[in-house]
């Protein structure tokens, strides 16, 4: 267990967790906490003894946004100068999978968060929203973006001008969200999904991301170039001759990642 001022990490069954630790302001991301996740997963993404991610809050909440307190004083030269979101670019970068594991409020840059990991496990009394409008601005890393690709112009248009917090099941019915359970058992339920993906082929896990990555941006043909690269990769590891013959010899495979 390793605790920096905003964060607590640990790695357990090859998953690494990282916890948004400011618990006295609902988690708010500062500046040097989204540093600090970064430079977490960045470690995490060269590091052989971890196959998967976890963010989570606590049980009250993922977190309510970003700091408005560390923000309000900004101005647009300030925030051009200081130049945050190269951080948040990096997240796209980490090739390692990433779940969400998410109780109670998860707002603004912290919805923003959670929907640039790759799955989302959350509370059934989950509330997600960009209540951005409300304090005169609007999302900034990625929100608007990820919210429309998912769930359509139309609905994401309300849900961001209206500033109004949406259900965990409304967000499992627009493709937000991978799976609710009771909020007892979220981060159960991650670390779940989290080891059945660490005990996969590591190379697979790592070339399918990437894949998937690109169909979202590209055309179906690029992306299917991309995806078939990829999949000639794979028959250069040694995972895929120990699957392969791991499942003519009737056996489990041992992958090594190589
Ligand atoms: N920033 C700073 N402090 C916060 C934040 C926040 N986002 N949210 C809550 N807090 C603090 C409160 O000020 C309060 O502090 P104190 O005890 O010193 O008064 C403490 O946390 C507890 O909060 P509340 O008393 O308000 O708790 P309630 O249970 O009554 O209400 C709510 C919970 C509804 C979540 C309420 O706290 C709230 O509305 N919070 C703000 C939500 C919000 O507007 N989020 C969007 C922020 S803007 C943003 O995210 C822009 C993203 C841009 C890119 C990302 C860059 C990182």
């Known amino acids: 267990m390793s605790n920096t001022t905003t964060i607590k990490t640990w790695v357990e069954d090859h998953v690494g967790v990282i916890q948004l630790n400011r618990p006295k ?10 540093s600090e996740i970064l430079e977490t997963m960045e470690a995490w993404d060269r590091d052989d003894d971890v196959a998967a ?17 560390e923000m309000a004083e900004d101005d647009s030269i300030s ?16 090739k390692k999978p ?16 959670a929907l640039s990991c790759d799955l989302m496990v959350a509370a059934e009394n989950a509330q997600f929203g960009f209540p951005e409008i ?10 608007t973006v990820r919210l429309t690709k998912l769930m359509g112009r139309a609905k994401a248009l309300e849900w961001l ?16 969200v991978n799976r609710t359970v009771a909020p007892e058992l979220v981060f159960e339920e991650a670390m779940k999904l989290a080891r059945k993906i ?22 179906i043909y690029d992306a299917m170039q991309f995806e078939r690269k990829n999949f000639y990769m794979l028959f250069s590891s040694e995972d895929q001759k120990e699957g392969m013959r791991a499942f003519v010899e009737k056996r489990n495979p041992q992958f090594k990642g190589k």
């Open 25 to 34: 302001v609902l988690n708010a991301l500062n500046r040097q906490m989204v």
């Open 53 to 69: 991610m976890i963010v989570t809050g606590n049980s009250k909440v993922f977190a309510a946004g970003a700091d408005i307190a």
């Open 79 to 94: 925030l051009e100068l200081l130049n945050q979101f190269t951080e948040w670019d990096r997240l796209a970068w980490v």
């Open 98 to 113: 990433i779940i969400a594991a998410v109780n109670g409020y998860c707002l603004g840059g912290a919805f923003e968060l």
């Open 134 to 143: 409300n304090l005169g601005v609007m999302p900034g890393a990625g929100g």
């Open 161 to 176: 001008w209206t500033g109004d917090y949406m259900t965990a099941e409304f967000a499992k019915e627009n493709g937000v």
């Open 198 to 219: 660490a005990n996969q082929a590591p190379l697979s896990v790592r070339m399918i991301k990437e894949a998937v990555n690109k169909s979202v941006d590209h055309s």
